[in-house]
């Protein structure tokens, strides 16, 4: 016979709920953390002062024997890699994604004085297809570490780009490391040498498997304003009046594609081109002499930015090493509170309608 109970659907009371929570206060309060940790760690909310972590119990010591084996490894969640669809935001190409600053000593030939040895800031990045989700960034890293120990040249650079180009399965990648070259210069006068240091960036770009290699130096030199030396000539000239044409510091972004198959470019060529091209630069170790000389300089060569532009583009148009170039000049000036600049580019390369809003505001020589 079928007993039919109509109450078994039914709400329970709060009278029903009070003497049920009064149990399992009753229970937890006799029961280990192990038996509410397996009933339900919630229940440690009903005993104050008695908080159950998450079951099962976690480690608060460093594992120092623990060794990741293979299986282990394989276990490891890589989101980077997940499916498509954890993709957030617009699914299109991203053009250059990878990491920036990574530091490391770097060999690089000279090109008299044999091998220098300099921190050298790396920036490496690769595209990334619309349809894939990210990278692991740090394979860029490991790639570029094992080739970091071989002396420099564009072939090391290539072979390291290669790699991480490969191990991130990406059609475009770059390499850009950046490094302050040391170079003895002697004064105008004295006699007296002292290290100048030269910002230098090399560039190693690869779209659709084409290389192209830039280097890209600034070059920190003195500008006499040329209406400036007229206007103080005038005053002298005219009514006895003592008057200095403003000068000041200045700094010219150097970036040149090097002709493939062209014979090396050293960094010394690149400064020796724009001493040559500009020859106010300035001075590491000076007396009175120097100084004297250095007035002397400067006025034989004032110099507006527009004519500082055209004769950095002179001398690069002189090496059949360089293919296309760009010249950026900021004269920082000592009459105006605003600096005066000047863009020339050659060829394809460096063509750009729009700039880096900050562009010129890195044109200053902080060492």
Request: net charge negative; hydrophobic share 40%; with cysteine.
């Amino acid at each position: 016979m079928n007993v039919f109970n109509r109450d078994i659907d039914r709400e329970p009371t709060r009278a029903e709920a009070e003497r049920a929570l009064a149990l399992l206060r009753d229970w937890a309060g006799a029961a280990s953390d192990g038996e509410i940790e397996t009933l339900d760690p919630a229940l440690s909310a009903l005993c104050p002062g008695r908080a159950v972590s998450d079951y099962p119990t976690l480690s608060r010591t460093y594992p120092d024997g623990f060794e990741a084996d293979a299986a282990y490894k394989a276990s490891l969640p890589d989101l980077q890699n997940g499916p498509a669809s954890l993709i957030r935001g617009a699914r299109r190409q991203i053009q250059h994604v990878g990491i920036s600053n990574f530091r490391l000593p770097i060999r690089f030939h000279t090109r008299e004085n044999g091998d220098l040895t300099l921190e050298t800031s790396v920036t490496g990045t690769v595209s990334l297809e619309a349809e894939k989700k990210g990278i692991n960034m740090s394979r860029i890293m490991r790639s570029f570490y094992a080739h970091a120990e071989r002396t420099f040249s564009f072939q090391v650079i290539e072979a390291a780009l290669a790699s991480y180009k490969a191990d991130l399965d990406s059609f475009d990648a770059r390499i850009m490391m950046c490094f302050s070259f040391p170079m003895k210069v002697r004064s105008l006068r004295s006699g007296l040498d002292g290290f100048q240091y030269y910002d230098f960036a090399l560039e190693l770009v690869e779209t659709a498997g084409v290389p192209l290699k830039i280097m890209h130096l600034d070059y920190v030199y003195s500008s006499t304003c040329p209406c400036s030396l007229e206007l103080s000539e005038h005053a002298r000239r005219e009514r006895g009046q003592l008057a200095t044409p403003h000068s000041q510091r200045s700094v010219a972004r150097i970036s040149v594609a090097l002709e493939p198959g062209g014979d090396c470019l050293w960094f010394e060529d690149l400064i020796d081109l724009c001493r040559k091209a500009v020859p106010t630069e300035t001075q590491v170790m000076v007396k009175r002499e120097d100084e004297q000389a250095f007035a002397e300089l400067n006025a034989a060569n004032p110099i507006f930015v527009e004519d500082a532009a055209r004769l950095f583009a002179e001398a690069l148009l002189t090496d059949p090493r360089i293919g296309d170039f760009r010249v950026i000049a900021s004269h920082q000036e000592s009459l105006h509170s605003h600096d005066a600049v000047s863009v020339l580019t050659e060829g394809t390369t460096f063509e750009a309608d729009s700039l880096d809003p900050k562009l010129f505001s890195t044109l200053v020589h902080g060492r």
